[in-house]
């Protein structure tokens, strides 16, 4: 499998990378819900979504939700407060079929219409 975000990682398209460690890498989204709304994608492995996850992969999501957090923190989020979201396939919203998770933050959620 190929998604948009493969090419991302290797450099093929660009995109706003804010973030970024040996396991994943985030940027900004570009269709965003929110004034912050950065991508989390893990570096090495092909997971298309959430329920392909198998127990042995579990801290793949935990290095995700991290690097989301140590973001947040960095950037002065964490203090007001920010949004992960995992989207699982079509009815749930995936649009890309590579597992990652969305940050968002910069104002009150509740004002972008995201449950």
């Given at each position: 499998?190929?998604?948009i ?6 450099r ?6 804010v ?8 940027f900004r ?21 959430l329920d392909?996850?198998?127990?042995s ?6 290095r995700?939700?991290l690097?989301a ?5 960095r ?9 992960i979201v ?6 749930g919203?995936?649009?890309v079929f590579?597992?990652?998770l969305?940050l968002?933050a910069?104002a009150p ?7």
């Amino acid at each position: 499998m190929d998604t948009i975000f493969h090419k991302i990682i290797r450099r093929e398209l660009p995109a706003d990378i804010v973030f970024e460690d040996e396991h994943v890498i985030g940027f900004r989204d570009i269709a965003p819900q929110a004034p912050v709304h950065i991508l989390f994608v893990p570096k090495t492995v092909d997971i298309a979504t959430l329920d392909d996850l198998q127990p042995s992969q579990a801290g793949i999501v935990g290095r995700l939700a991290l690097a989301a957090a140590a973001y947040a923190r960095r950037e002065g989020y964490a203090a007001d407060g920010y949004r992960i979201v995992m989207n699982c396939n079509d009815h749930g919203g995936q649009t890309v079929f590579q597992i990652h998770l969305h940050l968002l933050a910069g104002a009150p959620l509740g004002r972008f219409g995201t449950p």
